[in-house]
């Protein structure tokens, strides 16, 4: 089936680090959605893409769209201890146009 | 304004017993989905309705499981009888029409004994 590769798995990181992380597929999507989710919470968009190519920004975090439509990277720039918490990449498939989930990617951040 | 709201937040059940999980999702949306969270599976699709119908139920693990959407403000998810690996965190979303992003609900998080 189709599947999203997330990586990294998980990032321990000093406090002002930036961060980056990413999603790649075999399949074309349509969209490109950045999550995160904190300890007992449901996962809140942060950043969503809906053109190949699309560089978007929210304050720290920056986001884009891979030109092949299979990619997408996610930065964060100098990391603060409440940036804690699991990353998901999502992205609708082009074929069947179903939300498919990434893996995830655990930040742990050090004061 | 509310978001996608869900019920219990904690549910711990003796194996056997039924339980049934509530979601209120966003007014104005179109779409419900129910997901399932594990270490080991991530986040799983289990069944998602658009306009109170249910449209693909593939997700749903086996039929001990049932959902229903009575109408446009309320969902419930069924599991008759629980067994012990059933206990994850069970997320509903909401989601406007087309490739909207999905807003989801804080999970109601089930153990079963």
């Known amino acids: 089936g189709q599947q999203l590769n997330q990586s990294p798995q998980s990032m321990f990181i000093q406090e002002g680090e930036d961060v980056s992380m990413n999603c790649t597929s075999s399949?074309?999507?349509?969209?490109w959605l950045w999550y995160k989710q904190d300890p007992g919470e449901g996962p809140v968009l942060l950043i969503a893409?809906?053109?190949?190519?699309e560089l978007t920004s929210n304050g720290r975090l920056t986001a884009q769209f891979g030109i092949t439509r299979k990619d997408s990277f996610l930065n964060i720039s100098a990391s603060i201890p409440s940036d804690v918490g699991i990353y998901f990449c999502?992205?609708?498939?082009?074929?069947?146009?179903?939300?498919?989930f990434g893996q995830g990617t655990t930040l742990q951040v050090k004061p | 304004d509310a978001g996608v709201i869900q019920s219990p937040r904690h549910e711990v059940t003796e194996m056997g017993q039924e339980v049934t999980l509530r979601c209120k999702p966003i007014s104005g949306h179109d779409y419900l989905f129910w997901y399932r969270q594990t270490m080991m599976r991530g986040l799983e699709l289990l069944i998602y309705?658009?306009?109170?119908?249910?449209?693909?139920d593939s997700g749903m693990p086996e039929d001990r499981f049932s959902a229903k959407m009575p109408n446009a403000s309320f969902s419930t998810l069924k599991i008759q009888p629980s067994e012990p690996r059933d206990s994850a965190v069970y997320f509903c979303?909401?989601?406007?029409?087309?490739?909207?992003?999905?807003?989801f609900g804080n999970g109601t998080r089930l153990t079963v004994t």
């Open positions: 893409l809906y053109k190949a190519g």
């Open positions: 399949s074309i999507f349509n969209t």
């Open positions: 999502a992205g609708h498939t082009s074929n069947t146009g179903k939300l498919i």
């Open positions: 979303a909401s989601s406007l029409p087309g490739y909207s992003p999905l807003h």
């Open positions: 309705f658009n306009n109170n119908v249910p449209i693909d």
